[in-house]
């Protein structure tokens, strides 16, 4: 079993690297967003560092941002900041602020005036607490929000069985039976091999940002972000239907 899911992986990685070939970078989403609002503006992205490539300081720069900051929990000793650090030297990005803080627990002056454009992609379904998230990113944002998280379809149907899900509901992962884990365990090894939680059970933590928590439908992704203040201008399904892009603004 191991094996063969060993043997798709690699064959996925094998079609996803032909595809890259063939057709090119696909074009991000989020970097078409920022590309739109971003001149000229502030700018921050909020828990950009893990994987380093998938920053969008960078993005927003070359997009002609006049200030653009890196906010993470990611403790200042960790080798993630030296690699985000070597990107942007490697970019030729200079002048850019960072910030070693959980978003959710800032400190007076941490941000002294709200960003005009805030990004946070991979964030929203791996927190404790996704309203209280999105309050704080509201708290920082002056203009637009470009936010992404995973979302779940509302049916998913395999050989584990059926697990259903109202378009306005959002799935609390640790509330999940062992049957109905089995059912999205076995849909979402060979979207996201690591998304714990869902394809290995985890105690719920408050403190602990790793885990999949939470996992919204698109309808209710959208909701939360109004419910926070937010307006939705814009959104778009991203990795093959199982994420959300949206584009925001404050109301
Ligand atoms: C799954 S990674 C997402 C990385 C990237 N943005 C992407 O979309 O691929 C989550 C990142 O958010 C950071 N993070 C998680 N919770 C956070 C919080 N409360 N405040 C700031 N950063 C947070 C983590 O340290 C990590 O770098």
New binding site residues.
């Given amino acids: 079993m191991a094996r063969t899911m060993a043997l798709e992986d690699r064959a996925l990685t094998i079609l996803r690297r032909l595809r890259h070939a063939i057709a090119g970078p696909r074009r991000d989403l989020r970097d078409s967003y920022i590309g739109r609002v971003v001149r000229g503006r502030s700018f921050a992205d909020?828990?950009?560092?893990?994987?380093t490539v998938?920053e969008k300081v960078s993005v927003a720069h070359r997009h002609g941002a006049s200030s653009v900051t890196m906010?993470?929990?990611?403790p200042p000793e960790s080798e993630?900041w030296p690699a985000f650090h070597r990107r942007m030297r490697r970019l030729g990005v200079a002048g850019y602020r960072t910030l070693s803080?959980?978003?959710?627990a800032l400190r007076p002056g941490d941000v002294p005036e709200p960003f005009d454009v805030v990004h946070c992609?991979?964030?929203l379904y791996?927190?404790p607490n996704p309203m209280a998230?999105l309050a704080a990113l509201r708290s920082i944002t002056a203009g637009h929000l470009i936010l992404?998280t995973a979302i779940t379809p509302e049916t998913v149907v395999n050989r584990r069985g059926r697990y259903r899900v109202p378009p306005s509901g959002v799935i609390f992962v640790p509330a999940l039976s062992e049957d109905e884990r089995e059912v999205l365990a076995e849909h979402w090894r060979r979207v996201a091999p690591g998304a714990l939680g869902i394809v290995a059970p985890a105690s719920y933590d408050v403190a602990d940002?790793g885990p999949w928590w939470w996992l919204p439908t698109a309808k209710a992704a959208a909701a939360l972000c109004e419910s926070a203040g937010f307006c939705v201008l814009d959104q778009g399904l991203t990795w093959r239907g199982h994420a959300l892009t949206l584009m925001l603004e404050v109301r």
């Fill in positions: 909020v828990g950009g560092l893990w994987g998938a906010i993470d929990v990611s993630l803080r959980d978003v959710c992609s991979g964030v791996h927190h998230l992404t940002f």
